[in-house]
């Protein structure tokens, strides 16, 4: 199994431009979930989804968009980069919730916007 | 929201010496988890640990529930173990949240 696998590795953006970032699992997880980690600090979750069709916000989804098609892939988009964006983003999956489940992570996408 | 506080916020052990992270939750939970962030910033499973302790070579953790902490020890220290230890605790309120703490950073010298 590959795990949790996203793309790109680094980004550099400008302001107002838009971006996707892409994560795929393939443990046949049910739960995937956005995290965005600024320098220094800890992970905060931006979204999640429970299924594919499902997704919910986190505690800083304002800027971001997602869609889950597939079990498999949890796309995050942004629209309107803004320099607030320029964080380290994580995605992670788990078999059922990270409620009762443990997460595994991908190994991140550095953005950086101009 | 719940609070999840992590100490000390930094940490310098010599080779060899042993210590102990602590975390912090201000409200009860159903799960409490440990990573590892590697210098290379990659995010690492320790345990998930609810209540009671676990061993994992090296590395054990402990969790008092009914007094809202838990303890991750770290006996003989290697330079590998260098890096960001997080607790983090799940929980809903409405939808689903994951909150981390800030993270302890721990550097091992050779």
């Known amino acids: 199994n590959a795990g949790v696998t996203q793309t790109p590795k680094f980004r550099i953006l400008k302001i107002g431009q838009s971006m996707t970032l892409q994560c795929a699992q393939d443990?046949?997880?049910?739960?995937m979930y956005w995290y965005r980690q600024d320098p220094g600090m800890g992970l905060k979750l931006i979204y999640y989804?429970?299924?594919?069709?499902?997704?919910d916000k986190g505690e800083v989804p304002n800027g971001y968009n997602v869609s889950r098609s597939t079990t498999e892939d949890f796309p995050l988009r942004l629209e309107l980069a803004a320099p607030s964006q320029t964080s380290v983003y994580f995605c992670?999956?788990?078999?059922?919730?990270?409620?009762?489940?443990?997460?595994?992570f991908g190994p991140g996408t550095r953005l950086t916007v101009l | 929201g719940i609070q999840v506080e992590q100490s000390p916020p930094d940490l310098i052990l010599q080779e060899g010496a042993n210590s102990t992270l602590r975390c912090n939750f201000s409200?009860?939970?159903?799960?409490l988890q440990w990573f590892h962030q590697n210098p290379w910033g990659q995010l690492i499973n320790l345990f998930y640990?609810?209540?009671g302790t676990k061993q994992n070579g090296r590395l054990s953790a402990t969790t008092v529930a009914t007094e809202r902490y838990s303890l991750l020890y770290i006996s003989s220290s290697q330079t590998t173990d260098s890096g960001v230890y997080f607790c983090?605790?799940?929980?809903?309120?409405?939808?689903?949240?994951?909150?981390f703490g800030a993270g302890t950073r721990l550097f091992v010298k050779a």
């Open positions: 992670a999956s788990s078999p059922r919730g990270g409620y009762t489940d443990t997460q595994y």
């Open positions: 443990m046949n997880h049910n739960y």
């Open positions: 989804s429970v299924g594919a069709g499902i997704t």
């Open positions: 409200d009860s939970v159903n799960n």
């Open positions: 640990i609810p209540s």
């Open positions: 983090a605790v799940p929980f809903r309120t409405g939808g689903f949240k994951t909150i």
